[in-house]
């Protein structure tokens, strides 16, 4: 399903994360499209995109150069993370967010989540805040060193 923010998901990531050298998406099931984005505007950046699911990386692999891992990010694999400016997950389900600011608070790199429109934020973190940008509400937490 397309996301009719997406074109503003990209360009905030890109006008803020253009030196990053790696960019993880994390859980991005059928929707590969911010990351297809990314990988357009930031041609230096290694782009990644995780899913517990084999058969919906496969499809991505084929086509991009787009980097693809298998994770669960319950048990993650933090070799897939390190050395990352930032991670990020489009409408990942409540239970999983605490997983998502583990993963981003170990490794030291900022995390961005793009909730649904209705869905409650169900994590803490004093480094967070709320970005409304252009057609786009996005939650960051600024955990990257600097």
């Known amino acids: ?3 009719i923010d997406a074109e503003h998901i990209i360009e905030y990531i890109v006008s803020n994360y253009r030196n990053s050298r790696k960019i993880v ?3 991005v099931g059928r929707s590969p499209e911010i990351a297809i984005g990314l990988e357009k505007k930031l041609p230096e950046a290694e ?3 995780t899913d517990v699911n084999p058969h919906i990386l496969e499809q991505i692999s084929n086509c991009h150069r787009i980097k693809t891992a298998v ?3 319950i048990s ?3 070799k897939i993370y ?5 991670i990020y997950s489009i ?3 409540p239970e999983l967010q605490y997983y998502l600011l583990r993963i981003a608070n170990i490794v030291k790199a900022d995390l961005i989540l793009r909730l649904l429109t209705n869905e ?3 994590i803490y973190h004093p480094k967070h805040k709320i970005i409304n940008y252009k057609k786009t509400v996005l939650h960051l937490f600024k955990l990257k060193n600097k």
């Open 82 to 86: 390190k050395n990352s400016g930032l």
């Open 91 to 93: 409408r990942p389900p």
């Open 76 to 78: 993650p694999n933090m």
């Open 120 to 122: 409650p934020l169900c």
């Open 71 to 73: 994770d669960d990010i």
């Open 1 to 3: 399903m397309k996301l």
């Open 25 to 27: 998406e994390v859980g």
């Open 47 to 49: 782009i990644i995109v």
